[in-house]
């Protein structure tokens, strides 16, 4: 059973950074690209970033582009995702979700998602 | 960049027909996937690939594509399927997502 629990979410002061984590297990990690989603209180679904299976290709959103990275170490199972310069808008419940397959393209979708991590940003 | 529309709302009686549409210029040249969301759930995929369902998601939901509109379609709709309903699809490199579509089941 595909399994992802995120951590690293609290809340933080406009301008800070926080690094969320994502473990991942009932799969093979290095297998797969995946994805980091959000949802900000009352607002839909937004598309934060993807990373390829090795970790060697990334995409971000525009609204995060410069600000936040993410990263992943196939031998931990482990996604992360680097927030600096936090902002108000940022906050969010965030979802690290798996990719159906090794790249992000345009058959893409997620297959699996984790219960989420919250974050907080006052202003 | 490149835009989703979805209707806001959607209301449908148990056992009726819930139409839920997407649409964005030259939608049908992409691959639409929908998810529900129940509120404090993660997100579940219900269709992907335009019209292909994942293991386990119920014969009720259907989906398809063509030229500007993707539908995603719940037949005989339970009170279970009620949810926030979101389109999704790869474009310029990025993941975007419809606003969403409350469904609520009267």
């Known amino acids: 059973e595909v399994q992802l629990f995120e951590s690293g979410g609290g809340l933080v002061q406009s301008g800070g950074s926080l690094r969320l984590s994502c473990a991942a297990s009932?799969?093979?990690?290095?297998?797969?690209?995946m994805s980091w989603v959000r949802q900000a209180p009352g607002k839909g679904l937004e598309w934060v970033s993807g990373i390829s299976d090795a970790g060697d290709i990334t995409y971000s959103a525009d609204s995060v582009q410069g600000r936040f990275t993410i990263s992943r170490d196939n031998p931990k199972s482990t996604l992360y995702l680097q927030m600096h310069s936090l902002k108000a808008e940022d906050t969010a419940i965030y979802y690290c979700?798996?990719?159906?397959?090794?790249?992000?393209?345009?058959?893409?979708?997620?297959?699996?998602w984790g219960q989420g991590t919250l974050v907080t940003v006052s202003s | 960049s490149y835009d989703l529309t979805q209707p806001p709302s959607v209301s449908v009686s148990p056992g009726q027909t819930a139409s839920i549409t997407c649409s964005g210029d030259?939608?049908?040249?992409?691959?639409v996937c929908w998810y529900q969301h129940k509120a404090g759930q993660s997100p579940v995929l219900v269709i992907y690939?335009?019209?292909k369902r994942p293991s386990g998601i119920p014969e009720r939901f259907s989906g398809s594509n063509s030229e500007n509109t993707a539908t995603l379609t719940i037949s005989g709709t339970l009170a279970m399927d009620e949810a926030d309903y979101y389109c999704q699809v790869y474009h310029s490199s990025a993941g975007l997502f419809g606003p969403g579509t409350k469904v609520t089941v009267l």
């Open positions: 690939q335009n019209s």
């Open positions: 030259r939608l049908g040249d992409k691959y």
């Open positions: 009932g799969f093979t990690f290095s297998s797969y690209a």
């Open positions: 979700a798996k990719d159906h397959r090794s790249s992000f393209g345009h058959q893409f979708y997620l297959e699996s």
